[in-house]
């Protein structure tokens, strides 16, 4: 029986990537590797006021991903993480020491430029687009596939009085 290990997080990086190899390098066989270091907030109720814990998490980032990413990956920057825990063990001087690394396989930028002047812009006007049913979908179609569950350009409206009577509530 296999166990399940997998991580869902979002947090800001504590720090900039930098030039030094522990923050971002490449492996003898070309692989890109980033180590960034993400804080988590989180509220709790302890008694009649609201505290504030941070915890942090070591994440590493690897590949094309890394590479893509590096540009971006500056201190303050919230980003979503998804992947697994990695234990790593050694030894130094005798002593036994071991660390929880969470090993990225999926991350997301998350946040406008109007945050530390990176991610993405969202469609003038401010509006969240809206999806709209097709008019001539064939329902009927016992051979439909996945691609036509999927809202194509024409579908979205940005403002407009087309689509559902009432706003997405996200």
């Not at 005798?94 to 991350?107: C, P």
């Amino acid at each position: 029986m296999t166990d399940v290990n997998r991580v869902n997080i979002i947090g800001r990086l504590t720090r900039d990537i930098t030039s030094d190899e522990r923050s971002f390098a490449y492996l003898p066989n070309g692989t890109a590797r980033a180590n960034v270091s993400i804080a988590v907030n989180r509220s709790r109720k302890n008694g009649e006021q609201w505290v504030d814990e941070v915890s942090y998490f070591d994440v590493t980032i690897w590949g094309k991903t890394a590479e893509n990413l590096k540009p971006y990956l500056q201190k303050g920057k919230q980003i979503a993480v998804d992947g697994y825990l990695r234990q790593d063990r050694w030894e130094k001087d005798g002593q036994k020491n071991s660390r929880i690394v969470i090993i990225a396989e999926n991350v997301q930028l998350l946040g406008g430029r109007a945050e530390n002047g990176g991610g993405y812009d969202q469609p003038s006007g401010g509006f969240a687009p809206k999806f709209q049913p097709r008019q001539n979908s064939p329902m009927g179609n016992s051979s439909m596939n996945s691609s036509m569950n999927a809202p194509m350009m024409d579908d979205i409206s940005y403002g407009g009085e087309t689509g559902f009577p009432e706003d997405i509530p996200f």
